[in-house]
């Protein structure tokens, strides 16, 4: 612990500054326009503290463990130079990171229609199928915007095949299936691939894995829908229970412990089981490298833990009763520019963010700062959940928002340079993580709920808005880049030497 203790400070430092803007938000909404019943406050207070100290040793513990262990085991199966070997374990490490993700479980439960298991499974061969496509697209430098182009295309063309009271969630399951547990894995595999490549597209073809395993969930549920047809799915929204007082409110949050032990345990057991046979089979890692990976999946095992319940427990009810509070007002519109405000803070709550922000800022030798990151994500989200509330007010379709989003998105890919197009196709599914769900979704149902609105419809699709706008944000940051760059505005290091940045692509190396 104590070799460890200036980065626990660190950390600590970012979930800080990362939460406390949200929680400071609402507060002050339940205090001036948006009065909540004081259980449903301590609950907020105490997820928020729960929130910090989680997302601070989960930070950490990917760190220490997930990046390492998805880099080697990338690197490991780049050398063994058999394709069949990468196709084979691509799959299978797709399919069981899947079928474990615990957000996917909450889908599956919540369309009737369909089966749970058919859909579970329907999901899992889709991010397999698609996990080995990126594999494959980065040994053989495949570009990766003409894939996106293609595999969107069929997703907006299959969206009108498809139930009405469907489409949301099936845009929804693309960001279910990144948790913020396996993106870290998935994300380092890229690197550690990459790295045994020596040409220069190398590092923007590291970024995309994300990109790829996101669409593929959405084509397998639209596909899915098509077959069972699930009109009228019921959805209900859950009934929080509110603490009554102090032994009531830590017996809510104990009681809620245990299950997401297990519930994390379950995730985390595929990587894991997939890493020791590599371990054993190939890798042979020292007891040092190896003690430290094993102390940092302590780290990420008590983080989301206590993440995930802070976030359910205590965010989830406040969330929703906010929601309901404001949909209620005669001045319901304020819900929009109150949710931008929301959304453009929250993002910096999810715990897979800075992971990529990192990655992003070690494979760009800094030049695409994690200030440009965040703040690219920020407006990216907050624009997605004004976006999200002006559908629940109006109860506009979800095409209406997608269709042209996806578009904007895809002509980008042609303009930008390839390393920002990878990023923040990878971004759409980091962003859209456990706070979309714990917070923003129910604040759209609380919404909803008050207005009279279709559930189904009109709520649902919060994830999908989440998981399109950053898609448009870092491509224009991308833009920004190359315009400022060949207009000559080279920015400068502290000591006056230039800061080099290579972008790969359809154009020049440049430097900024």
């Not at 790829?212 to 859950?238: D, T």
């Not at 001045?331 to 405000?341: A, E, H, K, S, Y």
Request: net charge neutral; aromatic share 10%.
């Amino acid at each position: 612990m104590r070799l460890y203790k200036p980065k626990l400070q660190e950390k600590l430092e970012e979930a800080f500054k990362a939460v406390l803007p949200v929680m400071g938000i609402v507060l002050f909404l339940c205090f001036s326009v948006a009065p909540v019943p004081p259980g449903i406050l301590l609950e907020f207070l105490a997820g928020g503290v729960l929130l910090i100290v989680g997302m601070m040793f989960f930070t950490l513990g990917a760190e220490l463990s997930m990046t390492p262990m998805g880099e080697r085991v990338g690197s490991t199966m780049t050398r063994s130079k058999r394709l069949w070997v990468m196709v084979v374990l691509g799959f299978i490490l797709g399919f069981v990171i899947t079928i474990s993700e615990p957000d996917l479980q909450v889908l599956a439960g919540q369309v009737p229609s369909i089966p749970g298991t058919v859909l579970i499974l329907a999901v899992a061969c889709g991010v397999g199928i698609f996990l080995v496509a990126a594999l494959v697209r980065m040994l053989f430098g495949i570009a990766l915007a003409p894939m996106l182009i293609v595999l969107y295309t069929a997703a907006l063309i299959l969206a009108f095949f498809v139930p009405g009271d469907f489409l949301a969630v099936a845009f929804d399951s693309g960001g279910v299936t990144t948790g913020p547990m396996t993106v870290p894995f998935i994300m380092a595999m890229g690197v550690g691939i990459a790295s045994i490549r020596n040409d220069k597209h190398a590092a923007d073809d590291s970024f995309g894995l994300v990109a790829l395993c996101s669409v593929g969930p959405v084509l397998a549920v639209l596909l899915l829908g098509m077959i069972f047809h699930p009109e009228g799915s019921n959805y209900a929204a859950a009934q929080h229970m509110e603490a009554a007082d102090s032994v009531a409110l830590r017996q809510m949050f104990t009681s809620s412990i245990p299950h997401y032990m297990v519930e994390i345990g379950m995730s985390m057991l595929p990587v894991l089981v997939f890493f020791a046979l590599f371990q054993v089979v190939s890798l042979k890692m020292d007891k040092r490298s190896l003690g430290r990976i094993l102390v940092g999946l302590v780290y990420t095992y008590v983080g989301l833990v206590l993440f995930l319940t802070g976030a359910n427990v205590g965010f989830m009810p406040a969330g929703s009763f906010l929601g309901q509070t404001l949909g209620g007002l005669s001045m319901r519109w304020i819900v929009i520019p109150v949710g931008m405000v929301i959304g453009y803070f929250i993002v910096l709550a999810e715990p897979a963010v800075y992971v990529l922000m990192k990655q992003v800022e070690e494979l760009t030798d800094g030049a695409v700062s994690g200030t440009a990151m965040k703040m690219s994500l920020s407006i990216g989200v907050a624009v997605s959940i004004g976006l999200a509330m002006t559908r629940v007010l109006t109860g506009m379709s979800i095409l209406w928002y997608v269709i042209p989003g996806y578009i904007l998105a895809l002509v980008l890919t042609f303009v930008t340079p390839r390393i920002f197009t990878a990023i923040a196709f990878d971004s759409g599914g980091v962003a859209s993580g456990p706070m979309t769900a714990a917070f923003l979704l129910p604040f759209a149902i609380g919404v909803c709920q008050a207005v009279g609105g279709n559930l189904v419809r009109d709520a649902f699709g919060v994830v999908a808005m989440v998981a399109m706008t950053p898609l448009i944000t870092i491509q224009t940051l991308g833009l920004i880049y190359q315009l400022r760059t060949r207009r000559g505005m080279v920015p400068v290091t502290a000591d006056g030497g230039d800061l080099g940045l290579e972008i790969y692509g359809d154009y020049d190396i440049i430097e900024l």
